[in-house]
């Protein structure tokens, strides 16, 4: 039964999202109802948790993002109050949804939006369409399908930049320069002699005089000793070629490629899978296939020219 409510409630969503003002008031509800079980289901103890302060900061083509004061007692019976934001999406009839702590809120106020959005892909996108743009980004990252957890978010953004970030890069003094580079996110797992099949991130970063990337171990840890190896990747036509790397102590990935193939395969878009078949240090010490993961490189060929 809690099945089939889960798959009917995006369609409700969309229907109640396009009516009357009543019908709105409804749609509200449910959003808000919504939140609270998913919320719930994820506390430690999800029958002490309750909500406080709960506000609609943007409601607008089927995009709600909702900011709430949500407690729930931990383990050890410790009341603990987060404030949190909240954001339910429904679009071609599936409902997604993400919640994190506030710090790092994807809704801004129009007088922040207009002093952060310089140097953003989002940068020329009115108001409503760069906060609409920045939930699509972050449901791609870190957000889930209702009732489809293990699902992977793929939707598009209006700018057709696919999962690319953009930045701008600093000086030495800290000071953020009119010179931008773009990053995407590629996961997947690494082994050692501590640790078998464990969370990795694999960040590429391109600017204007150079493509790397930046090996993080469990997600977080960006790997900073020196050592070489050989990535294969297997392209977008089944092929697989390989690349001598370097890992330096400063936690960059070098790719040796002189006759540009893997920019190529980079500027061909489309999923590609990788991996570094042996490691070697300099005391000898050899593992096989410690690194293996994947890149979805779409939107490549818009997002570099944003490269300043």
Not at 42 to 49: F, H, I, R, V
């Amino acid at each position: 039964m809690k099945k089939n409510l889960l798959l009917v409630l995006p369609l409700m969503l969309l229907i109640l999202s396009c009516s009357t003002q009543s019908d709105q008031d409804r749609y509200i509800q449910e959003i808000t109802n919504t939140m609270h079980g998913s919320m719930k289901a994820k506390a430690k103890l999800p029958e002490t948790a309750s909500f406080s302060n709960e506000r609609i900061v943007f409601n607008q083509d089927s995009l709600c993002i909702v900011h709430v004061d949500f407690s729930a007692n931990n383990v050890f019976g410790t009341l603990l109050t987060k404030s949190r934001q909240y954001i339910g999406y429904t679009q071609d009839g599936v409902y997604y949804e993400f919640f994190d702590d506030i710090e790092d809120s994807v809704f801004v106020a129009k007088e922040k939006y207009d002093q952060i959005k310089k140097g953003t892909f989002y940068e020329n996108l009115p108001y409503e369409d760069g906060i609409k743009f920045r939930c699509i980004q972050r449901l791609n990252k870190e957000g889930w399908i209702l009732g489809n957890e293990s699902a992977k978010v793929q939707l598009c953004n209006s700018l057709g930049t696919g999962m690319w970030d953009l930045f701008r890069k600093k000086d030495s003094f800290g000071e953020y320069t009119d010179c931008t580079y773009i990053e995407l996110a590629g996961f997947g797992t690494f082994s050692n002699s501590a640790t078998t099949d464990s969370k990795l991130k694999v960040n590429l970063i391109v600017d204007a005089q150079s493509m790397y990337m930046i090996l993080f171990e469990y997600g977080n840890f960006p790997k900073k000793d020196k050592w070489s190896g050989n990535m294969k990747v297997k392209a977008q036509d089944g092929n697989t070629l390989t690349f001598q790397v370097r890992n330096t102590e400063e936690g960059t990935l070098q790719i040796v490629d002189p006759k540009g193939s893997f920019a190529q395969i980079v500027n061909n878009e489309g999923k590609i899978l990788c991996n570094i078949d042996s490691e070697k240090y300099p005391y000898g010490t050899i593992f096989k296939n410690p690194y293996t993961w994947s890149f979805d490189l779409a939107g490549y060929t818009i997002a570099k020219q944003f490269i300043r």
